[in-house]
């Protein structure tokens, strides 16, 4: 099944939500425990982000619980639609357009934090990568079949993260210069969302945004366990995580990709113009969300020997990465995640 970037964030109907959501990266699994005093969970799931969102919230007030979801999805569509390039009214769109904008402190929040993570990447992590996804998106969309190498320079001629300027509250944009914050948005909203529920009295629960988790507290005095998916197999996994306070994000080129072959997918090297394909699938445990989202897209594009040097340099991140020969790496401290045995992996087709 091919599933195009551009679907993401715009659901005309719930079939096409059925669709897209199949390939999800990650199953939680979420085991409470039998105690008399356990706390309930109070649960709800939502469309949001391109993906399928499940708050849990672990409390004895269930109208409280409840509410504070409900805020907390308020929250969630609240900075999607200022931070959605799907979105025409979206402060990135109004920003596209007018080229330079006083913004809002969520914008400038992620895209300080982009800029953060495009240094520490040595600039494998990069928002202004998005004129060559547009390339790829047209390609496939209209002709079925990979750009031409000259489009992609083209393309590429209008990236690099010197084309944006930050002074104060102020973005500017060089000209044609387009930005797209799919690879690190997601795990800024679920950190708000997250704060939201602690705001509102929660301290124990759990957000994960189709694979990408946040889990706070623990899991009625247990860790959260979420299972990790096989990247070419989504009924199966491959190991159990074990994480309290942590959160969990996968890139992988299973999620969204233009071709059988995996060829072409979302995840682009800017230095290159071309999908990185190294590896299969990153997940990165970090304190927050952003952080491991915007990691986890990053080591992804670094391949295995520099994604793992990145992930040693930098203090609380762990990483299991999967390479396209299917072999699993762990970062040094990754181990002391895992629950029980990492399962191999070797019978079946590779693709
Ligand atoms: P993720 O699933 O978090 O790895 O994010 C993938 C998304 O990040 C893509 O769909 C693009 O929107 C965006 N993206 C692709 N390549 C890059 C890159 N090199 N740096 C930053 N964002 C990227
Ligand atoms: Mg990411």
Do not use: C
């Amino acid at each position: 099944m091919t599933t195009k970037r551009r679907l993401r964030l715009s659901f005309p109907n719930e079939l096409r939500w059925l669709y897209l959501s199949a390939p999800l990266v990650i199953v939680v699994l979420v085991f409470l425990t039998e105690a008399r005093d356990a706390r309930p969970a109070a649960r709800a799931t939502r469309l949001a982000m391109g993906t399928t969102v499940t708050i849990t919230a672990l409390h004895h007030g269930e109208r409280q619980a409840g509410r504070a979801i409900e805020a907390a999805f308020a929250e969630i569509e609240r900075i999607e639609a200022a931070l959605s390039i799907y979105r025409d009214s979206s402060e990135v769109n109004r920003l596209m357009r007018s080229r330079s904008i006083e913004a809002g402190p969520d914008l400038l929040t992620v895209v300080r934090a982009a800029q953060l993570y495009h240094d520490l990447s040595g600039g494998a992590f990069d928002i202004t990568v998005e004129p060559v996804l547009e390339v790829y998106d047209r390609a496939f969309d209209r002709r079925e079949r990979p750009p031409a190498a000259a489009e992609i320079d083209s393309a590429r001629s209008l990236v690099g993260f010197e084309r944006l300027s930050l002074s104060g509250n102020t973005i500017t944009l060089a000209e044609g210069t387009r930005i797209d914050l799919g690879g690190i948005a997601k795990g800024y909203i679920i950190d708000r969302a997250v704060e939201t529920l602690r705001r509102r009295g929660i301290r124990n629960g759990l957000v994960n945004a189709g694979g990408d988790i946040r889990a706070f507290g623990r899991n009625n005095g247990e860790p959260w366990r979420i299972a990790l998916q096989n990247p070419r197999d989504p009924s199966d996994y491959l190991a159990v995580i074990e994480v309290a306070d942590r959160s969990v994000t996968t890139s992988g080129d299973y999620e969204r990709y233009f071709d059988p072959d995996r060829e072409y997918h979302h995840i682009i090297d800017p230095r290159t113009g071309r999908s990185a394909t190294a590896l299969m699938s990153v997940t990165i445990i970090a304190p927050r969300a952003m952080e491991a989202d915007a990691l986890a897209t990053s080591v992804f594009v670094l391949g295995p020997r520099d994604g793992l040097e990145l992930v040693e340099r930098l203090e609380g991140i762990e990483a299991l990465l999967i390479t396209r020969e299917r072999e699993i790496i762990l970062s040094p401290g990754m181990g002391d995640f895992i629950r029980g045995r990492i399962r191999t992996w070797s019978a079946g087709p590779e693709r």
